[in-house]
């Protein structure tokens, strides 16, 4: 019964191919979001979207592409891997939209993305 | 810009306290957070406080809030070898009903020595 799980841990792949990782949340939470954290465990947000619609846009590479099929579910794909694209990326969910009240965060467990 | 800074490292014996220190920029931040990571995974909400309280306890941690400093710290009493992790600080800056999302410090490394 995992809150909010993604899919999968572990990703090995080689530079310039396609790649998704997974995301679905069960608690009922109107909004996703994905960060990236980075080898110096530095954590910041990418994407996040609410009932299906995106509401955060940080500066990503438009490589990165999130889709939203409904409000559970949250995918990251990524065009074009590059070396400086190996992190860990975490999904996460909240009850609310962020900066409108106590939006408490609810992570999963990572996705370790490793481009050779 | 927003920031939150937090040092890098802590290292303490175990039944000793920690404290573990922040300080953020933006005052209009609500909510104050505290969030825990394990080696290998997600992060974890540890606790919270509302801006305009001073101090939250909740059984081995102690939360801490200067707002006319911007200084959040955290307190753990009688820490053991299962509080090693990494601890990060969050704020949730209001941008005057924009959206906003949360800003994490850098996070700070806690070992426990047994």
């Known amino acids: 019964d995992t809150a909010v799980s993604q899919t999968p841990k572990y990703l090995v792949t080689q530079m310039g191919n396609d790649k998704s990782i997974k995301c679905e949340q069960n608690?009922?939470?109107?909004?996703m979001y994905w960060y990236k954290q980075d080898s110096k465990k530095f954590l910041k947000i990418m994407f996040s979207y609410n009932n299906k619609e995106l509401i955060i846009n940080e500066t990503v590479p438009n490589r990165f592409s999130p889709k939203s099929p409904d409000k559970a579910h949250l995918n990251l794909h990524i065009n074009s891997l590059e070396l400086g694209d190996s992190a860990v990326y975490f999904c996460?969910?909240?009850?609310?939209?962020?900066?409108?009240?106590?939006?408490?965060?609810?992570f999963g467990s990572g996705t370790q993305l490793s481009v050779l | 810009g927003e920031d939150v800074e937090q040092s890098l490292f802590l290292s303490v014996r175990e039944g000793d306290s920690s404290v573990i220190n922040c300080t953020y920029t933006d005052s209009s931040s609500t909510y104050l957070y505290w969030y825990k990571q394990e080696p290998g995974a997600g992060l974890q909400l540890l606790t919270y406080i509302f801006s305009n309280m001073d101090m939250k306890q909740d059984q081995r941690l102690t939360v801490l809030l200067n707002k006319k400093d911007k200084h959040l710290s955290l307190r753990i009493a009688d820490t053991q070898t299962g509080d090693s992790a990494i601890y990060f600080c969050a704020e949730s800056p209001n941008y005057g009903g924009s959206q906003g999302n949360l800003i994490f410090g850098k996070g700070t490394k806690l070992s426990v020595k047994p």
């Open positions: 608690l009922g939470h109107d909004t």
């Open positions: 996460a969910s909240s009850l609310t939209v962020p900066g409108t009240t106590n939006e408490k965060l609810f």
